[in-house]
Nanobody, 123 residues
């Protein structure tokens, strides 16, 4: 069982940056496939980015490509999402997800989910 905790959300002006972190409990977290998703009010949850267990492969939704960067920090046991050039349409609750199936697709499914962190981008 892995428990995930997101942090780093907040309020930022358009064009600004935020860095989200996902901390996973347990030593096996570093071997899990990890993804970030988001859900805006009244909308379905959507895929944002994912990274494989080794950190060598990353995947992004077209809407964030070139602006967001997902990475793994094995020293701290976190998966981070650096978000630059934020737009009002990036406003959503952001969720971290993890799965032990290393060959699974980037967009899911994922077995474990965090509680989410709110990101609000003002225009």
């Amino acid at each position: 069982q892995v428990q995930l905790v997101e942090s780093g959300g907040g309020l930022v002006q358009a064009g600004g940056s935020l860095r989200l972190s996902c901390a996973g409990s347990g030593r096996t977290f570093s071997s899990y496939r990890v993804g970030w998703f988001r859900q805006a009010p009244g909308k379905e949850r959507e895929f944002v980015a994912a990274i494989n267990w080794g950190g060598s492969r990353t995947y992004y939704a077209d809407s964030v490509k070139g602006r967001f960067t997902i990475s793994r920090d094995y020293a701290t046991g976190t998966v981070n999402l650096q978000m630059n050039s934020l737009k009002p349409e990036d406003t959503a609750v952001y969720y971290c997800a993890a799965d032990p199936v290393v060959t699974g697709p980037a967009q899911g499914p994922y077995d474990y989910w965090g509680q989410g962190t709110q990101v609000t981008v003002s225009s």
